[in-house]
C-alpha cells in the first residue's frame, strides 16, 4: 500500500495541508514537494493580503477615483476572476464589500444596525462594476474614492490552484490539497481508489472528489459573517452549508460565497450554463 505524506503550513490566516500519495515519492521527495507549494502559498500571500504593506492589493487600496495600478500577475487572475463571477452570479459575489463587515458588526461581533448616512456614503464604493481591467497594459483602474479589495473568498483558493501546478512541476499528480477545511482540491485519486472521499458538514455526506475542487460556505464557525452584496446586509444565519464544485479552487471558493446569497433557481441556471460546475446544500 502507498504510504500518504502528509505535510502542513500556516498561511493566509489558515492551516494548508499537502498529502501526496504518489507511488514513486518517497518521504523525502514529497517533503521536498511540499516545500516547494508552502513556499509559492507564502509569496502569494505576500502579493495578495490587503494586510502586508506594499502588496499588490495593499497599493490597491491605496488608489483614488481614476487612479490605475500595473498588477502582477496573481493579482491580475484573481481579480479578472472576481469581476467575472460578480457578472455571472448578478452581483452575488463582489470583493469589494470589505467596509460593511465593520459597519455591521461590533466589537464583540455582536450585529448592529449602521446610520443610514454611513451605509449610504459606504455604497459609493462598493461593488465591482466600479474597477476597470485593461488586459493590453496589465492595469486595473478604480472608479470611486476609498475602495477596499479584499481577496479572502478567492485568494485561498487560487493559492491551491497554484500549488497543484507546482506538484505537478515535481511530477505529482495524486495528492490532496486542503486550505482550512474551507476548499479542497483533488489532484489524481489514490492509488488502487476511483477517488478522494471528501466528507461534508461534520460527516453527514460523503462526496468522492477526482481532479476536482470543492469549497464550502455557511455559518457554523464565523457565524453572520457572510455580506450580501445585492442588500449591503448580512446574510441571516442559516443552518445549511453550501458547497461548490468546479474545476479550480479559486472558482469554487469564489462561488460557494455567492451561492450563500444567491436563490436555489439562480444557482440551477447558472450550473446549467456550465457543465462542471455543481451544487451541494447540507
Known sequence: MTPQHRFERHAMATTFEVIIAQEDADALYAAQ????????????????SRFRPGSDIWRLNQLGAGESLALSLAAWDCLSLAKAVHEETAGAF???????????????????????????????????????????????????????????????????????????????????LNAGDSTLLALGSPPEEEAWTVTL????????????????SGFMVKG?????????????????????????????DALSTAFMIMQPDEITALCARYAEVDWRVV
Open 33 to 48: 514537494a511540499a516545500d516547494a507549494v508552502f513556499t509559492e502559498i507564502a509569496r502569494l500571500e505576500d502579493e495578495l
Open 94 to 176: 463582489d470583493i469589494t464589500i470589505g467596509p460593511l463587515m465593520q459597519l455591521w458588526r461590533a466589537e464583540d461581533g455582536s450585529l448592529r444596525q449602521p446610520e443610514a448616512g454611513v451605509l449610504d456614503l459606504a455604497r459609493r464604493s462598493i461593488g465591482s462594476q466600479l474597477f476597470d481591467l485593461d488586459e493590453g497594459s496589465g492595469q486595473v483602474t478604480v472608479r470611486a474614492e476609498q475602495m477596499v479589495f479584499d481577496l479572502g473568498a478567492v485568494g485561498k483558493g487560487y493559492a491551491l490552484d497554484q500549488a497543484a501546478a507546482i506538484l505537478q512541476e515535481w511530477g505529482i499528480t495524486r495528492a490532496f
Open 201 to 216: 458538514a461534520e460527516g453527514a455526506q460523503t462526496l468522492p472528489l477526482r481532479d476536482r475542487a470543492l469549497s464550502g
Open 224 to 252: 453572520a459573517h457572510i455580506m450580501n452584496p445585492r442588500t449591503l446586509q448580512p446574510v441571516p444565519v442559516q443552518e445549511r452549508r453550501s458547497y461548490a464544485l468546479a474545476p479550480t479552487a479559486a472558482l469554487s
